[in-house]
């Protein structure tokens, strides 16, 4: 049913959980998982900061999707891993896209306080604009 199972990241305790889910889901169904972690440019920056920020968001990314990896590691399951850059929304579904995935599985819950309110949901923005099944995992 699953061959390719997504699973964005932005390291928080729901994301994990996600994660946690999403390895589950594709060792029952021998299916590879995708960990994604999209450098969020919507935040703004003075240009001089942009090419610092980038750098610490990918070295953040690192530490998400190492986490995966270290969950899909542990159950067996195949994984795949990648960093983007851009709008996380436009990020998960390109990727989706782009890799043939069969199902995505998202946390309800990531980032926290004022960034938040002002971003919007970024996993209530891949539900409407996906063209893949959407699992949300609410946070623990």
Known sequence: ?????????????????????AVSVAAQ???????????????????????TYREEMRAEGEGAIG??????????VEY??????????????EYADDADIDLIVMGT???RGIERMVLGSITEGVVRMSDVPVLTVPRS
């Open 29 to 51: 169904f021998d299916a590879e998982v995708h960990a994604l972690y999209a450098v969020d440019v919507r935040i703004s920056r003075p240009n001089a900061e942009v090419e």
């Open 1 to 21: 049913m699953y061959q390719k199972i997504l699973v964005p990241t932005d390291g928080s305790d729901c994301a994990t959980n996600a994660a946690a889910e």
């Open 80 to 93: 795949v891993s990648d960093i983007r850059v851009g709008d996380p929304r436009d990020v998960v579904t």
């Open 109 to 111: 819950h990531g980032r």
């Open 67 to 76: 986490e995966v990896e270290q969950l899909a590691g542990r159950e067996g």
